[in-house]
């Protein structure tokens, strides 16, 4: 689907590598990451300078209507930064750089284009979960589409199932239909299941994916996360079982819960997390992904060129 493309602005780049550049935590490991595909940390002031050169050449012709039609088109400027990005998985949360970059993007936007506000179209609202990029295409900043899509190929395309999913819904009227909620149970117990094969169920594969994202998550948003997915097999069984059982809540409680957007963005969250933290752990490491091997710098800067 169109939607799940991370076609970003030249503005998020500037923001994002502008912000690594200037993180001084991060420098080590950044220069590591930087060193398999031969650049130093110079570069990332570099790319930021390129992507603000062809951001604001482009000014001239953008409006509060167009600016999706300005964001750079090929696939690799999002797998290069998520590249990047995922080299500092082990530094800690991304919840700053992710705010950080999603504010500063908020406000050069809306200052350079007349009538531009918030919510701001796609290709100017990045985030970052799991250290994997990608950008809001929903309401309420979800959901999300990553620059990469899951490897296996079950799993991407569930993803994508649950995506379409919930755009859907964001489109129609509250309170929804308690079946087209409690699917998004169903769903992902199937995308823990396929992401971590190994476990003997989904829900010991979620309680897995769910202690890995700590490490990525700021703690508030963590203990939220937690706090959600510690019930969340129980309440699959009550919708997938309606009989009663002691050893599980009511089903006519649980629908009551289930149906309205607060429970559902919880899930998705949780998932978008899972998701985007499984790209980032896949990611070839070395050799980097072929479309990074070489020069890939040069091969973007002919998108970004702004004089011929």
Same mark, same amino acid.
């Given at each position: 689907m ?10 998020? #780049? ?7 550049? *200037?993180?001084?935590a ?12 031969h ?11 390129a ?17 999706d ?29 992710s ?13 350079? !284009? ?13 985030? !970052? #979960? ?6 809001? !295409?929903?309401?309420?900043d ?8 899951p ?8 993803? !994508? ?11 129609l ?8 909620c409690?699917?998004?149970?169903w769903r992902? #117990?199937?995308?823990?299941e ?25 703690q ?7 706090r959600?997915f ?34 559902l963005?919880? *899930? ?12 980032a ?27 011929w």
């Amino acid at each position: 689907m169109a939607e799940l493309s991370c076609n970003l602005s030249p503005l998020v #780049y500037a923001e994002l590598y502008r912000r690594l550049a *200037t993180t001084f935590a991060l420098e080590d490991s950044l220069t590591f990451r930087l060193q398999d595909i031969h650049y130093d940390l110079g570069w990332l002031e570099e790319a930021a300078d390129a992507y603000q050169a062809k951001w604001e050449h482009d000014l001239q012709y953008i409006d509060a209507g167009t600016v999706d039609d300005f964001a750079v088109q090929q696939s690799d400027h999002s797998l290069l930064a998520t590249w990047i990005l995922a080299g500092l998985r082990n530094t800690g949360h991304c919840y700053d750089l992710s705010s950080g970059v999603a504010a500063g993007v908020l406000e050069k936007a809306t200052t350079a !284009i007349p009538g531009l506000a918030a919510p701001l179209p796609a290709s100017l609202s990045p985030v !970052i #979960y799991g250290w994997t990029l990608g950008r809001l !295409i929903g309401t309420d900043d979800l959901p999300a589409a990553p620059a990469v899509l899951p490897e296996d190929d079950n799993v991407r395309t569930a993803f !994508i199932g649950l995506v379409e999913h919930v755009l859907l819904l964001q489109g129609l009227p509250e309170p929804w239909p308690e079946m087209m909620c409690m699917a998004a149970y169903w769903r992902g #117990y199937g995308i823990a299941e396929g992401m971590r094969p190994e476990e003997t169920n989904g829900g010991y594969a979620l309680r897995r994916l769910r202690d890995e994202a700590q490490p990525s998550m700021e703690q508030g948003q963590y203990t939220v996360l937690h706090r959600h997915f510690e019930r969340f097999n129980q309440y699959r069984q009550a919708v997938s079982h309606i009989a009663d059982d002691a050893g599980r809540p009511r089903f006519v409680d649980v629908v009551e819960t289930i149906r309205d957007w607060p429970d559902l963005r919880s *899930t998705v969250h949780g998932l978008t997390q899972f998701v985007f933290q499984e790209v980032a752990r896949t990611l070839p490491d070395d050799p980097p992904p072929k479309a990074l091997r070489g020069d890939p710098w040069a091969r973007l800067m002919t998108e970004l060129q702004t004089e011929w």
